[in-house]
């Protein structure tokens, strides 16, 4: 009889473990993107620009708060699935003082916290679900294997990329060449497939951390609510694959949290904490001080334009870029070889990775393949970098190397400058968003425009 009902007991035992083995095979299953990089590549290229980082923005010097982001994370690092842990990578965790919504994860670990982010925050699960996010990124290693797509035309060190592509901003810039536009946008401002896999890989990370996953849906719900049409920068850079909070929460159904996380006590600590600190600034004037008092162990190279610019010449020059293209340009015009996108201007007119007149040109990786969808996306990331750049009214139709192209003109200011930008596209064969981003001051425009058709009808693509 013992033996009997042992059986009957374990037979009973046996579907729950069944249904229990089958929920837990649901999980959705992430496999990395293929990426030409290494892990210790990773490790190499985050470090550099993280450094970067720390010299441009304004780390919080506050022990508390950095304990406090720290011990999230670190609870969050020892979560991650053994498959995708990469020795090489070392997770550090550091809190930016500024107030916009964000957080940025650095390939091989560095992860920086905006400010903003600990302070709207709702939960301590809304944190850990930003930063879940982030941690996917890196495990998943989408930074390089974005880099890894790079096609030819996308020109420069790795890098500027990154770190332009994260601080962004600057000071209200007229157009920013070096990082902060083009190659970052593909690079970095990742795919809508890359954003699905790190909600769902963040999930699952969460779980395994002892958070709800639904916090994470529920933090992206009011980040969208209270930023309005567009969203913060955070959202600009992650864009929402669509479904967002409806498949973070289906997949937060067939998770199991052990030992939940319902002592919040560190969480209302810490938001207090900050109210009692000064108001945080804007990325905007945290960068404008880092350029008048240089952070100690690094400082910025080169100079602002000057301002003393001569007009284009009206001989031109033919540019070769290693049987990528060809364009003629003002003969009086250089090329900045600092830039990580191919830039022509005048002396007087580029320093710093920004230029007030002249031209640059790059590629962007398109993945709608319709060429006014992926200018609307190239304009809406230009505009990250220039806060107070007009929307487009409609687009002109144009011939670029014969194939169907865009053109359309924004106005742009900062506190010292009134210009406009036109933005010429045109979609490859490959897929590819071919672009030129031409500058000149409003006063000028005019005369400038003329240069700026000529220069687009003489290039030539090697598609």
Not at 363 to 369: F, G, I, P, T, V
């Amino acid at each position: 009889m013992k033996r009997s009902s042992a059986r009957c007991r374990a037979t009973a035992v046996l579907p729950i473990a069944l249904a229990a083995a089958a929920l837990l095979s649901a999980q959705t299953v992430i496999t990395p993107p293929s990426n030409s990089y290494t892990p210790a590549q990773d490790v190499e290229l985050g470090q550099k620009a993280a450094q970067e980082m720390r010299e441009q923005l304004p780390i919080l010097p506050d022990e508390e708060v950095r304990s406090y982001v720290e011990g999230v994370g670190r609870r969050l690092a020892g979560a991650i699935p053994r498959e995708f842990q990469h020795s090489e990578f070392h997770y550090t965790f550091e809190v930016v003082n500024v107030r916009e919504i964000n957080a940025s994860a650095l390939p091989g670990g560095p992860m920086f916290v905006n400010r903003g982010m600990i302070e709207t925050a709702k939960t301590e699960g809304g944190i850990a679900g930003v930063m879940a996010h982030e941690i996917s990124h890196v495990v998943l290693r989408h930074g390089t294997a974005q880099a890894s797509k790079a096609a030819p035309y996308e020109l420069g060190s790795v890098l500027g990329q990154i770190a332009g592509a994260i601080i962004g901003g600057g000071w209200g810039q007229v157009v920013s060449g070096a990082s902060q536009f083009g190659f970052g946008t593909a690079f970095l401002r990742f795919s809508r497939e890359f954003e699905k896999q790190a909600d769902i890989e963040g999930s699952h990370i969460m779980a395994a951390a002892g958070y709800d996953p639904r916090d994470m849906a529920n933090v992206f719900r009011t980040i969208e609510q209270e930023s309005g049409p567009g969203g913060p920068q955070w959202l600009s850079d992650h864009p929402n694959p669509g479904n967002r909070v409806e498949y973070i929460t289906q997949e937060a159904k067939l998770l199991r949290v052990q030992n939940p996380v319902t002592d919040t006590r560190a969480f209302v600590g810490v938001q207090a904490h900050l109210k009692g600190l000064p108001k945080a600034p804007t990325t905007e004037e945290a960068v404008k001080r880092s350029q008048r008092t240089p952070n100690a162990g690094g400082s910025r190279t080169g100079s602002r334009p000057s301002g003393r610019v001569e007009e284009p010449s009206t001989r031109f020059k033919t540019y070769s870029e290693a049987n990528l293209f060809r364009v003629s340009v003002p003969s009086n015009w250089r090329e900045w070889s600092n830039s990580n996108t191919v830039t022509f201007a005048p002396d007087g007119a580029y320093g710093e990775g920004i230029f007030t007149h002249g031209i640059e040109l790059g590629l962007a990786r398109n993945e709608s393949h319709e060429l006014q969808a992926a200018t609307d996306e190239l304009v809406q990331s230009l505009a990250q970098q220039n806060p107070r750049l007009s929307r487009p009214s409609g687009y002109d139709r144009i011939t670029i190397d014969g194939q169907r192209g865009l053109r359309t003109v924004l106005s742009n200011s900062s506190d010292s400058y009134r210009g406009r930008i036109a933005v010429f596209s045109t979609v490859l064969r490959n897929g590819n968003l071919f672009y030129a981003v031409a500058v000149a001051p409003d006063d000028q425009f005019g005369a400038y425009r003329d240069v700026f058709d000529k220069i687009v009808a003489s290039l030539q693509i090697n598609d």
